[in-house]
């Protein structure tokens, strides 16, 4: 696979009808699957895991600098309980995901003298779907 460089990488959310690439400085997508302990007394003192796990999840955790106030506002609005998008991720050449994400946590520092930063990690919530391109 040849190198490729992360801002190639796109992330784009869909927040009440309206999809938007999610321009960042930095992402970290971060798939994984909780284990299931089958661990007994005659394993012998070794962890066993069940060959399927039991919960699959993908994580993303996005920093960039703050270019407008929306997010900000929606998350800040005490009348708001729903923090779900549909989200997309595609690395181009391999795969895109789609599916539904849930806004877990957001931040922003702001330092005299800089630009006003955004950090935010969005979280899998169901199943997604994996369209790989073709050549």
């Known amino acids: 696979m040849a190198a490729m460089d992360g801002k190639d990488v796109v992330v784009k959310l869909t927040l009440s009808g309206t999809m938007a690439r999610v321009c960042a400085k930095s992402k970290t997508v971060t798939i994984g699957g909780e284990p299931i302990d089958i661990t007994q ?3 012998a ?6 060959e399927t796990g039991s919960t699959r999840s993908i994580d993303i955790a996005m920093e960039g600098l703050m270019t407008g106030g929306e997010v900000l506002a929606l998350l800040s609005d005490p009348t708001k309980t729903d923090f779900n998008v549909s989200g997309e991720i595609t690395f181009p050449g391999l795969w895109t995901i789609s599916g539904n994400f849930f806004i877990t946590g957001f931040s922003s520092g702001a330092e005299i003298g800089a630009a006003t930063t955004v950090s935010f990690t969005l979280q899998s919530s169901g199943a997604w779907t994996r369209a790989v391109p073709t050549p």
């Open 41 to 43: 007394d005659c394993d």
């Open 45 to 50: 003192g070794f962890r066993t895991l069940m």
